[in-house]
Structures are given as C-alpha cells and as structure tokens.
C-alpha cells in the first residue's frame, strides 16, 4: 500500500470514529436538554447540567474542526510523507492531553449534576462518584491506545519513507 493509500485510509478511519462519537454525544446533549426542562433554575443540579451541555458541544466542535482539518489537509498535495508523520505525531501528542481539557469540566458538571440532595444520599453520590472517575479512567486509557496508534501510523509512514 502506497503513502497516499494509506493516509486515506487513516483519514477514512477518522472520520467513522468522528461519526461515532458524534451519534454518542448527540445522544448525551438529547438526554441533558430534556433532563434540564425537569430542573430547577438556579440548583446545584442546574448548572451541573448546563456545564455538560456547553462541554459535550464544545467537545463536538472540536473533534469536527480537527476532522475537518485532517480531510482538508489530505486534498492538498504535500511535499512528502514527512508532512503527514508530522501531523501524525502531532495527533498522537493531542490525544494523550485531550482528557484534561475536556474531561474536567465534563466530569465537574456530572459532580454536580449527581450532587446530593440529601443528608441520606451521601452513599449513593460515592457510589456514582466512583463510576463516573472509573469512566473518566477509561476514556484516558483510550485516548492513550489512540495515540499509540497514530504513533504508530507516523512510524509506518517513517519506513515507507526510507525504503523508497
């Protein structure tokens, strides 16, 4: 497989993952605009939710404008596969940082939105407390494996680019 073969096909990749995540986070912005019609203006629950509305659509646009970019960059011609090492490189540094822009004020806005209520609630909030820093643990791990796998893109690329 060609350089250009194989960068449309990372490129394709993208793109179906960014469908995916797309129909998964249009599901969580559904389920938190009804969830908020139910809640009281002005509680902590309130503006737990109003916080995970602004960065699940923050999240979305970013995901789309670096879609875009990737689909934007692969109609240009480049000077090489030294470009697209490049960018995977780059890829690969964002996505090992990306939880901590975005899964922070994500998870605040869930702590908040699952805050007690109640003297008696207490246990139960641990309990989705727990859950939620368990997901939050997952998804790092998973931007991880992601980034191991466009370093590994950008090592092909390297190889490919040495033996011609």
């Given at each position: 497989?060609?350089?250009?073969q ?49 960065t ?10 670096f ?98």
């Amino acid at each position: 497989m060609n350089d250009r073969q194989q960068v449309e096909k990372i490129v394709a990749g993208a793109v179906y993952r960014a469908i995916l995540e797309s129909i998964a986070a249009s599901l969580v912005l559904l389920t938190f605009s009804c969830i908020l019609s139910h809640i009281s203006t002005g509680t902590i629950q309130y503006y737990g939710c109003i916080l995970s509305l602004a960065t699940v659509g923050f999240i979305l646009g970013v995901l789309w404008s670096f879609i875009l970019c990737y689909r934007f960059f692969r109609s240009h011609v480049t000077s090489g596969p030294s470009f697209w090492r490049e960018a995977f490189i780059l890829h690969a540094r964002l996505l090992r940082f990306l939880p901590f822009w975005y899964l922070i004020p994500a998870c605040c806005g869930v702590m908040l939105f699952i805050s007690p209520q109640g003297d008696a609630q207490y246990l139960s909030y641990v309990t989705q407390l727990v859950i939620v820093l368990w997901l939050a643990g997952g998804i790092v791990w998973l931007n991880r494996f992601s980034a191991y796998g466009a370093d590994d893109y950008a090592r092909e690329i390297l190889l490919s680019d040495k033996t011609h």
